[in-house]
């Protein structure tokens, strides 16, 4: 009963994996590529904080799309583990993966905190955050994330798994193991983004629910209710495909998977399903920010044809062209 069962996880997962994954990944690299080639083409986008915030997270995003559900689509789809047959791809892949999900999370947390500022109704907090503190910013966050991965560099080996029954990429330090569980995967990656997004993000919501209420510039405006739009639809996104992935895996390093009462092959499938429903993110927010570019755009041409049908042409020519230049 047990052999079946664990075949028919494996045939599922299989399945799963190809039909799934390779499309999963695929429009999940295309959306990145897309977003970054949208902030940096627009100059709109170009002198936002937020828009640079959100190109940096792209291209780690990218980094989790190689590292992590290329590597599952090539175990569970085609039997191809390198982790178990390579050291150097071992502690390769789990380093990277660690510094790009946690420099994503905190990208994410940064534009979210970013909109609220932009939004808010106090001057000196919409001037606090401007592109060079951006830069700093994201420096900084990537310096700190490559220097806190260096212990999965020396931990992470190739030795006897209970998970897997057989020679796999584990951690081989104790006291590291507590700290990846319980401070990394418990905290780091789950539960302090998920409070920071949620705080600023409800107060971001709230500050762009009172934007028709104020003399804010029509432009300005806009672009302000879009990236804020766009930060929100992550931040839920996240919240709610995350977390069963971040649940996931904190019961897979905190059972005793050697004890009879466990099925590791259960256990393994569903921390299997929630770590490909995890990838779904990268997939379902870029295409709503597909969305919201085509928006901005008609909103672009809707502003410019209201502009030249209800003023004189000719005598409004050079502030059209001043129009053009400020919201390319």
Same mark, same amino acid.
């Given at each position: ?16 994996? @190809?039909?799934?994954? +390779?499309?999963?990944? %695929?429009?999940?690299?295309? /959306?990145?590529?897309?977003? #970054?080639?949208?902030? =940096? !083409? ?93 830069? @700093?910013?994201?420096? +900084?966050?990537?310096? %700190?994330?490559?220097?806190? /991965?260096?212990?999965?560099? #020396?931990?992470?080996? =190739? !030795? ?169």
């Amino acid at each position: 009963m047990s052999t079946t069962a664990n075949t028919t996880y494996a045939f599922v997962s299989q399945k799963i994996a @190809i039909y799934y994954g +390779i499309p999963v990944f %695929i429009s999940g690299v295309l /959306g990145e590529i897309f977003n #970054i080639i949208v902030f =940096l !083409s627009l100059r709109t986008f170009r002198q936002s904080s937020c828009a640079f915030i959100l190109t940096f997270m792209s291209f780690v995003n990218i980094g989790q799309l190689l590292t992590g559900l290329l590597s599952r689509i090539m175990i569970s789809g085609y039997n191809v583990d390198w982790t178990e047959t390579s050291l150097f791809y071992c502690k390769f892949r789990n380093y990277c993966l660690e510094i790009c999900a946690l420099t994503s999370y905190t990208c994410m947390c940064l534009a979210t905190i970013d909109q609220y500022m932009a939004t808010s109704f106090h001057l000196r907090w919409q001037q606090y955050f401007n592109i060079k503190k951006a830069h @700093i910013l994201c420096t +900084i966050a990537l310096i %700190i994330w490559l220097l806190h /991965g260096i212990p999965s560099l #020396i931990w992470f080996n =190739l !030795s006897f798994s209970y998970q897997t029954g057989g020679i796999s990429c584990v951690i081989t330090n104790p006291g590291f193991q507590q700290y990846f569980t319980y401070v990394y995967v418990l905290i780091l990656a789950g539960l302090l983004p998920m409070i920071i997004n949620i705080i600023f993000g409800s107060m971001a919501y709230w500050n762009v629910r009172q934007i028709p209420y104020r003399t804010v510039p029509l432009v300005r405006r806009e672009l302000d209710k879009q990236l804020t739009t766009m930060v929100l639809v992550q931040v839920v996104c996240k919240i709610l495909i995350v977390l069963p992935y971040i649940i996931g895996l904190f019961l897979i390093y905190t059972l005793n998977l050697s004890s009879p009462s466990v099925n590791v092959a259960q256990l393994n499938f569903t921390n299997f399903i929630t770590g490909m429903i995890y990838y779904l993110y990268f997939a379902v927010s870029k295409n709503y920010f597909d969305f919201l570019y085509l928006k901005i755009c008609l909103f672009r041409v809707h502003f410019i044809f209201i502009f030249v049908y209800q003023n004189d042409f000719v005598n409004n020519f050079f502030m059209l062209s001043l129009l053009f230049i400020v919201i390319k």
